[in-house]
Each structure stands twice: as C-alpha cells, then as structure tokens.
C-alpha cells in the first residue's frame, strides 16, 4: 500500500519553463489537494478537488493550474515557472476534509 | 495577520520535560482543529484532531478555547523521537488552514 505517492521528488527548472507535477493515491480518497511549503509561512492550499470531475481555488493559485484525472490522479502544472514558485510542493488526500494523508513532497527550485 | 499563528520556537528541552504549544486563529469560523507533526525533510502527518471539551491521546493532550480562539498542545514527558515541527490547523468550510509551525528539540 503505497499511500499518496509525488513524482518528481526534486527538479530545476529556468523561468519560463513548464512542468507537470504528479500525484497519485490508492486509498480509494474522494478529495485531493496541492499545498505548497515555504520557510516561515506554513502549508498554503493551491487547489484541491473535492471530489473526481471538480477543482476549486485555495488560497494562493495564481500561476498554477489542476487536473482531477481519475479518482486516483491530481497533477499540477506549471505553466511559465517564475523563482516566486521555488517551494516544496505536498499532494494530500483524505476520505473526507477532516483527515489528509501526505505525500513526500516535490522540492523546485526555479533559477 | 496571519491566520493561524504559532511561537516558531525552537523549543529546546531535555527528555522527561513537559512543554506546550500555543495556537491562536483569527477566522471566527473556523470549525474543526488538529495538531500534524512533519519531522525535517519530511511531510506532515495528523497527530491528533482537537474537540471542544478537550482530549488527550497517551501523553498528549489537546485543549480549544473557541471564545478565546485558541487552541494548545501539551506534551509530557517528552521523548527524543518528540523532536519535529508541530502543526496547528484550522479549518473552516473546505479550507485548512495551517500555522507555520513551532520546532521542537528534545535533547538528552
């Protein structure tokens, strides 16, 4: 039982780049999220989707973009990378919104 | 303001010691609360939900004061593997909504 499983674990891009971050889960979890990290600020919500076929804001989605594939699937996408997104990237899911699983986390550095 | 804020420490103390966390948030609305813990480098994991009348889970205990929108964590006797970041999150509608952590070190 893998969990919620992020690929890339660690990646460079130069601004301007695009670049598709992948999350996955096998705990059959109707809701999924994208938070992003940074020193001093705590987890901030990029998006989530409640349930597979919808998405919604969270607090900080300028510059990003979602896609619920399957019920399994939830990617984030990096359109033209700016060094403001340099972050460690978290994917959540949960059977409902008052319990998240993590996974390992994406760590970009955009130059 | 930020909406949930937490003392950013670090806490050092020495194993066997009680220490407790302070969480305050502004969002009058905010519904339901917990404590994740993410070790360095690594995610965040729950450690435990806080209820109203308080809980405790071994020798954790969690405490929410909704008029003073405030929420605490007391750990005793505190153990090496204790040492982590200690989340506070509120959440309110879909939102969770976390502190920026406290980092404790336990120290032999």
């Known amino acids: 039982n893998a969990g919620v499983t992020q690929t890339p674990k660690f990646q460079v891009l130069k601004t301007g780049q695009s670049m598709t971050l992948q999350c996955a889960q096998d705990?059959?979890?109707?809701?999924m999220y994208w938070y992003r990290q940074d020193p001093g600020m705590g987890l901030r919500l990029i998006y989530y989707?409640?349930?597979?076929?919808?998405?919604d804001k969270g607090e900080v989605p300028n510059g990003y973009n979602v896609s619920r594939l399957n019920k399994r699937e939830f990617s984030l996408r990096l359109e033209s990378a700016a060094p403001s997104q340099t972050s460690v990237y978290f994917c959540?899911?949960?059977?409902?919104?008052?319990?998240?699983?993590f996974g390992p986390g994406t760590r970009l550095t955009v130059t | 303001r930020k909406e949930v804020e937490q003392d950013p420490g670090p806490f050092n103390v020495p194993e066997g010691a009680t220490v407790a966390f302070n969480c305050t948030y502004s969002?009058?609305?905010?519904?339901?609360f917990f404590w994740y813990r993410q070790d360095c480098r690594k995610e965040p994991k729950l450690l435990m939900s806080?209820?109203?009348s308080g809980n405790e889970d071994g020798r954790f205990t969690a405490q929410l004061n909704r008029a003073s929108q405030y929420i605490s964590l007391l750990i005793r006797d505190s153990k090496l593997s204790d040492s982590a970041t200690y989340l506070c999150?509120?959440?309110?509608?879909?939102?969770?909504?976390f502190g920026p952590g406290t980092r404790l070190s336990v120290l032999p």
């Open positions: 999150v509120a959440m309110a509608g879909q939102n969770f909504v």
């Open positions: 705990m059959n979890h109707n809701s």
């Open positions: 806080v209820y109203s």
């Open positions: 959540a899911s949960g059977p409902s919104v008052y319990e998240q699983y």
């Open positions: 989707s409640a349930s597979e076929g919808t998405t």
């Open positions: 969002n009058s609305a905010s519904q339901s």
